[in-house]
């Protein structure tokens, strides 16, 4: 079975300032999607960003951008010029592509951004 | 309606009662996920409806959840003598169809909390 693992439960940011979120991911799989979610305090997920695995071409969404690693089996994600409004909890999620619709969602990291 | 629409938004219930959660998905949308989200924790898969069928419920715990889906559209998770366990935020989601290239669009989920 595939497993997610974040391993930093909080982070913290100044505005304006760039953070890496880590992410790293268990499976057997050749072809699979990794996402990246965030929850606000609503509990509303909204996707971030996501990655193919056949991709080599990291993706890129604005001030979001990941670093994909398959054969280490890393995707962390960027937040380039932070803003008060992406503090929230983050989820790296992964998908195969084998016909499984179900996500397999790491525990999450709280991003604190400070004014 | 104009995004995934999840009620109660809150359900304050005694252990040993049954509850019913509603998922109403953003019309014309045929994939509908329900996901489950205990404190501190990532999100958990439950159950996946194609139109009316469930093609995966791999996730339902154990045989006190049910969770049907009518029409091709509203869908209830029932939970029948809920245990203080299953107290969490219980999302849904929906997308257009299945498969990875279909964005999944999240309600606020419902929380649960078994006394």
């Known amino acids: 079975a595939q497993t997610v693992t974040q391993s930093q439960p909080e982070m913290s940011v100044q505005e304006a300032e760039t953070v890496t979120l880590s992410c790293t991911y268990d499976?057997?799989?050749?072809?699979?999607?990794l996402f990246w979610y965030k929850q606000p305090p609503s509990r509303q997920m909204i996707l971030v960003i996501r990655?193919?695995?056949?991709?080599?071409q990291n993706a890129t969404e604005n001030r979001f951008s990941v670093n994909f690693q398959k054969a280490a089996k890393s995707f962390s994600l960027k937040i380039s010029d932070s803003q008060l409004g992406d503090a929230a909890m983050y989820f790296c999620?992964?998908?195969?592509?084998?016909?499984?619709?179900?996500?397999?969602f790491g525990k999450g990291t709280k991003l604190t951004v400070n004014p | 309606g104009a995004g995934v629409s999840q009620s109660p938004s809150n359900k304050v219930t005694e252990k040993g009662k049954d509850v019913e959660l509603r998922c109403d998905p953003i019309s014309g949308h045929t994939a509908l996920y329900w996901y489950r989200q205990s404190l501190g924790q990532g999100l958990e898969f439950l159950i996946y409806f194609q139109g009316n069928s469930a093609p995966d419920k791999s996730g339902l715990p154990s045989d006190r959840f049910s969770a049907e889906r009518t029409g091709g559209s509203v869908s209830t998770l029932t939970i029948q003598r809920t245990q203080q366990e299953d107290s969490a935020v219980y999302l849904c989601?929906?997308?257009?169809?299945?498969?990875?290239?279909?964005?999944?669009?999240f309600g606020s989920g419902t929380q649960l909390s078994v006394l």
């Open positions: 989601a929906s997308s257009y169809g299945p498969g990875a290239d279909e964005k999944l669009f």
């Open positions: 999620a992964y998908r195969s592509a084998s016909g499984s619709e179900k996500l397999v």
């Open positions: 990655q193919e695995a056949y991709k080599q």
């Open positions: 499976t057997s799989e050749s072809d699979y999607y």
